[in-house]
């Protein structure tokens, strides 16, 4: 984040263009993404439009679309190998009359 603001402050696009460089070649080689604290950070430090805000936006929402993804295929698993049945909800005593 340092590096970005400096390369803003001195007007250096090459090293902002390296920055987010760096950064994507990052996210190739570990598939991970930064954390909350820094999209906060890009967020108020960078100005509307920058490369970087949008380049951490644009994960963001990426990685949000993902777990959201996720979540509904495990749901749908987990409700696919439930009974479908409402009457096998009922409780049955262990001497397996229904109660």
Known sequence: MNVWK???????????VAVLDVMAERRQVTS?????PLLIQAWQETEEGSGLRRMLIGWAAEHSMY???AMRDLADKRSARLPRDPQCFRKVPPS???L
């Open 96 to 98: 397996g009359d229904p």
């Open 6 to 16: 400096l390369a803003t402050l001195l007007r250096m696009a090459p090293l902002r």
């Open 32 to 36: 991970h993404i930064p954390g909350t």
């Open 67 to 69: 777990i959201h993804c």
